[in-house]
């Protein structure tokens, strides 16, 4: 019904940039929050940043002033833009999106298959 696709993920050196994507596709009649997540080998997944519908933001503190989520409702597409990248931040990043699929209907949680990032020099 709804598909989540990551894009934008691969390997950079210890201070730089990296810009993700996620296209929501499918049965969509409205989207709530989009989030993103990642997990690192060994490790739970963990909320990084969220956006509401109206733009509101939340993000974990270990991003906090370094990565910037937005999102494009009209292209129903969230980014999550990342600077002053540090190795720790390896991990496979997931975006999920609160769906609803037609009016009335409750929204439900939606997840992409996630995308690498690496930060080693």
């Known amino acids: 019904q709804v598909q989540l696709v990551e894009s934008g993920g691969g390997l950079v050196q210890p201070g730089g940039s990296l810009r993700l994507s996620c296209v929501a596709s499918?049965?969509?009649?409205?989207?709530?929050?989009m989030d993103w997540y990642r997990q690192a080998p060994g490790k739970e997944r963990d909320l990084v940043a969220t956006?509401?519908?109206?733009?509101?933001?939340n993000y974990a503190g270990s991003v906090k002033g370094r990565f910037t989520i937005s999102r494009d409702n009209a292209k129903n597409t969230v980014y999550l833009q990342m600077n002053s990248l540090k190795p720790e931040d390896t991990a496979v990043y997931y975006c999920?999106?609160?769906?609803?699929?037609?009016?009335?209907?409750?929204?439900?949680?939606?997840w992409g298959k996630g995308t690498l990032v690496t930060v080693s020099s």
């Open positions: 956006i509401s519908n109206s733009g509101s933001t």
């Open positions: 499918g049965m969509i009649f409205s989207i709530n929050s």
């Open positions: 999920k999106a609160s769906v609803s699929v037609w009016r009335g209907t409750d929204y439900m949680d939606y």
